[in-house]
């Protein structure tokens, strides 16, 4: 049996604590993401040590439901707000390692910001200060409306296939300035002629994937600093569902490794997307063609 476990210890109440302070929410996010991607690899590996193998998840936020009286209502204490991508293979709780009342999700295709999704985390950022460490925007590979919002780019007529209803053509719209910035900087390290080239398109939706959690954590930064909150760390990252890793940028995967998990800072000025875009493009080009040296 390889078992990932939610525990809550009754005889020692008040063990898990919640995180003083930004960097100790996000270092929370990765020890739990670390967790879950190794209980992952091991259930694909099924390599079983005898008597089986536990990944635990510490549930300290059950106390708020269990300790209060039955005619009041838990309070809500998530450490970190996270908008994600509604995609299935994307279970937040799960990957992060967090349990009950640890986190306030928003879930929608592309983990785009709309007029609902900015309404639902400006709840939480109003109603939930006291205990809001940090706000993850978070992409994932293999993102359906990422990879809509490429086939639209490189053929705009599909766009306008019937398929696409007009709100899935606002999601894909949103994602349009991740793809340009992208191809760009694939235009710029690989050549003029990049789109030509082995691995562009897939590389492309990569590139974009990033660049669109990215873009959405900027946004979502410029709000936070806007309202004063400094307490508050805006962070942005991908996940990997081969891998069950969070990180960013997306790297090579070349070996399994608790190293690759990550969550970074969001972006302080635009120039640090096409910086961005450009190392990712640049780590792309190795992959594609390894031994290439890069032009300075």
Known sequence: MIDYVFR???????????????EEARLALIAGNRVFSEWMATCRLGDVPQGGAQYVVPCGGLESALMQPSDGYPVQKPSAVVLGCADARVPTEMLFGQGFNDLFVVRVAGNVLGDAVQGSIDFSLLALSESVRVLVALGHTNCGAVKGAV??????????????????????????????????????????????????RDTLIEMAVCLNAAHTAFALRQQVEAAGM??????????????????????????????????AIAPAHPRDFAELADQMAANARRRESPG?????
């Open 151 to 200: 086939e639209a780019y490189l053929d705009p007529k599909k766009f306008w296939s019937r398929s696409n209803s007009p709100t899935l053509r606002l999601i894909f719209q949103r994602i349009f300035v991740a793809v340009r910035e992208s191809d760009n900087a694939l235009r710029s390290v690989w050549g003029a002629d990049a789109p030509t080239q082995p691995g562009y």
């Open 8 to 22: 809550y210890d009754p005889s020692q109440p008040g063990r898990k604590q919640t995180p003083a302070n930004a």
């Open 230 to 263: 400094w307490e508050i760390d805006v962070l942005f990252g991908a996940y990997d569902i081969r891998t069950h890793q969070v990180c960013m940028p997306i790297q090579p995967v070349e070996a399994f490794s608790p190293d690759n998990v990550n969550l």
């Open 292 to 296: 290439t040296a890069l032009e300075s």
